[in-house]
Nanobody
Framework: QVQLVESGGGSVQSGGSLRLSCTAS????????MNWYRQAPGKERELVAG????????DYGDSVKGRFTISRDNTKNSVYLQMNNLKPDDTAVYYC????????????WGKGTLVSVSS
């Protein structure tokens, strides 16, 4: 059974930082692209950041470039999202996603963790 378990969400003031973690089980982690998505109330789910296997550079949504950093540790089956200089617009539920490679044909999702940023 595949499980993605997020942690690290919470409430923070504008300008603060949080670090999200996602630990996967039931998959060969090194064969999956790992992504963070978020969904704010009344909005569609959007890609925040993604990191593939190998040496390819991570991808970031335009709104988080320069503030968020995604990383992975294949020895721990984990992916992380360091979020700095948080803004109220970053308030959302953040979801961890595992996408199979090379065809991206299978998606697994965590249950999400809430990040709330106050002004």
């Amino acid at each position: 059974q595949v499980q993605l378990v997020e942690s690290g969400g919470g409430s923070v003031q504008s300008g603060g930082s949080l670090r999200l973690s996602c630990t996967a089980s039931g998959i060969i982690f090194s064969m999956y692209e790992m992504n963070w998505y978020r969904q704010a109330p009344g909005k569609e789910r959007e890609l925040v950041a993604g990191i593939s296997t190998g040496d390819s550079s991570p991808d970031y949504g335009d709104s988080v470039k320069g503030r968020f950093t995604i990383s992975r540790d294949n020895t721990k089956n984990s992916v992380y999202l360091q979020m700095n200089n948080l803004k109220p617009d970053d308030t959302a539920v953040y979801y961890c996603n595992a996408r199979s490679l090379p065809w991206r044909s299978v998606d697994y999702w965590g249950k999400g963790t809430l990040v709330s940023v106050s002004s």
